[in-house]
């Protein structure tokens, strides 16, 4: 959460922050702002205001002021309102600053240094520059460790020091920082996104050492005084795909990709028409080893995991959990060296999973990440990581990620599956071919979006809204449900076809649409039953069903025809089609499709 950048070098340090926060709006876009050195002068100056940073821009635009060293910050507010004056940077006597996490003892800081006079803020950031500007006598590096033993929690900082014109420095615990050298100069980000225009070539700023950037060279130094030699990693997105390629909003776009990234998941995953993990770098014995799997996730990629939940029990007859990252540790979780631990994130930033990565590690799980972004937080902590190519992706609500997970994890049950006897050959091979018959399906899906966009438009009044189904119909909602709340602010409910008479009918009234997937053959004669028991009390149904299953249901039903595969694949084009409506029932609406209200992409806190 919170997007940071600094930037040091030769050109107008202005439009390269602004630019790159906008790029990095997605981790957060309550307030904005930067602090730049004058050239003439080396003060610092500050610019900050609620609002997205095309509100910031037109308050600069007519400054005068020339700069070519400066930092920026759009916020997620954690402690303080959203207000102008908790916006970032934050200023205390000689020291600027901007943070991503939370510092969780700021209070007691507070009182043991007693600051509060200085404070103009209610953020736990201002503390730190308090705290920093406390020690300070010139010796910025020595300060700063100083300081960072004294800070709870997690943070990237960044940092100016008044008397130290063009120089920034960094520290971070938890929080990314990527880092970058390039031809006009030294970069910083919390997010490759905002590196990717400048340079291909970018590390990750190691924890416990203190990063110093000058217009022509950095060093980094350790805690224990020696200079860290960075990890340099290659940057392998096309950089192009960023844009929106015409589309209004990049959700739509996002959607739009699923055949290519899908494909881009799986093409050199396949050998001879098997699975295979030897780009990985995966053994077969951490896939045959493991007698339990437990799955580590949040929000969509926990939808995610409970597809393959679903999967590992049907083909492997495996005992698999599927935890909420942020509960797992603290339910007592049965790991230990017998357990592959699956950790699925988009960003691999994601705390909650991260922590319960090095929880489950600790009790000797194996871990195995299924993640987007190369040399991430999660994917440094992990024994095995499958990365998904779903390539940048900007919208906060989450498809393509989705989708490519769902790929890797399609790949990981069939290599299982052959490893460890559940299929033979040809079953795994019989299974592959259907498999690579999704981005086929899918594209069928994305021709169909006008009449997806039709059925939208009759929900868009909706306050409320059911999403019912049963089996892996109820978890392909459960993702479909979440994008159409967090897109639209409808008030939306997945829930179990069979359990709605246990409770929730009773929130079935004419004026709450439902929406029923079907796609299960061996459940659809129960679930219809469900459906006309919803209907039978006024709702209006909306029924998004496999193609083969529907005939004589075309009469009483508003339908969406799903193209057909194999029950057990039919999730790719439902949750497809499920996007869809969200994205249209978003836009119909006027809402800012790519930037939902209270949402960040990149989740840095507990
Ligand atoms: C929803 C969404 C979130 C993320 C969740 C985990 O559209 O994007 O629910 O899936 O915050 O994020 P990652 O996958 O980065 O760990």
């Known amino acids: ?49 609620v609002g997205r940073v095309r509100d910031l821009r037109r308050e600069c635009e007519q400054e005068t002021l020339s ?71 010139g010796d910025a590096q020595r300060t700063i460790q100083k300081v960072a033993g004294k ?34 100069g030294m970069m910083l980000a919390s997010d490759l996104t905002a590196l990717g225009q400048f340079t291909k070539q970018y590390f990750v700023m190691p924890e416990h050492a203190v990063l110093k950037m000058e217009a022509d060279r ?47 998941t799986v093409k050199n995953r396949i050998v001879n028409g098997l699975p295979d993990f030897t780009v990985d770098g995966v053994s077969d014995e951490a896939l045959t080893s493991c007698k339990r799997i437990c799955v580590v996730a949040c929000g969509t990629a926990w939808h995610a995991g409970l597809m393959l939940q679903a999967l590992v029990k049907s083909v492997l007859h495996m005992h698999i959990d599927v935890e909420l990252a942020s509960e797992f540790m603290y339910s007592d979780p049965v790991i230990n060296e017998n357990t592959l631990l699956i950790a699925v994130s988009q960003s691999g930033e994601t705390v909650d999973t991260l ?45 393509k990620a989705y989708t490519t997970q769902l790929a890797v994890m399609y790949l990981l049950v069939a290599k299982m599956a052959l490893l460890r006897g559940e299929y033979t050959v040809e079953e795994t091979r019989h299974y592959m071919e259907e498999f690579q018959r999704v ?17 939208a438009k009759n929900v868009l009044e909706a306050k409320d809204l059911f999403m019912i189904g049963r089996g892996m119909d109820y978890s392909t909602l459960l993702e479909g449900s979440l994008k159409l709340k967090e897109v639209s602010y409808i008030h939306s409910e997945a829930y179990a076809a069979g359990e709605l008479k246990h409770g929730p009918i009773a929130l079935i009234a004419q004026d709450v649409p439902v929406v029923a997937l079907v796609t299960q053959e061996k459940l659809m004669s129960k679930e219809l039953s469900n459906i006309k028991e919803v209907k039978a009390r006024g709702a209006s149904v909306v029924l998004f069903i496999k193609q083969s299953l529907a005939e004589q249901l075309k009469e009483d039903y508003e339908l969406v025809l799903l193209p057909d595969l194999e029950d057990k694949f039919m ?36």
């Open 1 to 49: 959460m919170c997007g940071i950048v600094g930037y040091t070098g030769v050109k107008d340090a202005r439009e390269i922050l602004l630019d790159s926060l906008e790029l990095l709006e997605h981790r957060g876009y309550d307030s904005v702002g930067i602090a730049r050195f004058d050239s003439e002068t080396s003060q610092v100056c500050v610019d900050k205001c």
């Open 67 to 137: 700069s070519t060293c400066g930092i920026g910050h759009t916020r997620w507010a954690t402690h303080g309102a959203v207000l102008e004056k908790n916006a970032h940077p934050h200023r205390c006597g000689k020291v600027t600053i901007v943070h991503n996490g939370i510092v969780e003892n700021y209070r007691q800081l507070i009182e043991n240094y007693e600051l509060q006079e200085q404070l103009v803020s209610e953020t736990d950031t201002e503390v730190v520059a308090a705290l920093l500007d406390h020690y300070y006598h």
């Open 151 to 184: 800070l709870k929690g997690t943070y990237a900082l960044v940092m100016m020091f008044e008397d130290q014109p063009g120089v920034i420095y960094a520290i971070r615990n938890v929080s990314p920082i990527v880092v970058a050298e390039c031809e006009e």
């Open 218 to 264: 950095m060093t980094l130094v350790g805690f224990d005084g020696n200079v860290v030699e960075p990890e340099l990693l290659t940057l392998d997105w096309e950089m192009q795909s960023l844009g929106k390629n015409g589309y209004p909003f990049y959700m739509e776009k996002e959607i739009m990709e699923q055949p290519d990234t899908f494909m881009a």
């Open 355 to 399: 922590e319960a990565v090095k929880y489950a590690k600790q009790k000797g799980a194996k871990c195995l990440a299924v993640l987007n972004v190369r040399g991430s937080s999660i994917a440094r902590e992990s024994d095995y990581v499958l990365y998904t190519e779903a390539g940048p992706e900007i919208a906060v609500a989450s498809t």
């Open 439 to 455: 981005p086929e399906a899918i594209s069928k899906v994305l021709e169909q979006r006008k009449e997806i966009h039709v059925v």
């Open 571 to 606: 999730v790719f084009p439902a949750v497809v089609a499920l996007q869809l409506l969200a994205y249209y029932v978003s836009s119909d609406k006027g809402f800012d499709v790519d930037k939902p209200r209270n949402l960040a992409k990149v989740v840095t806190v507990e």
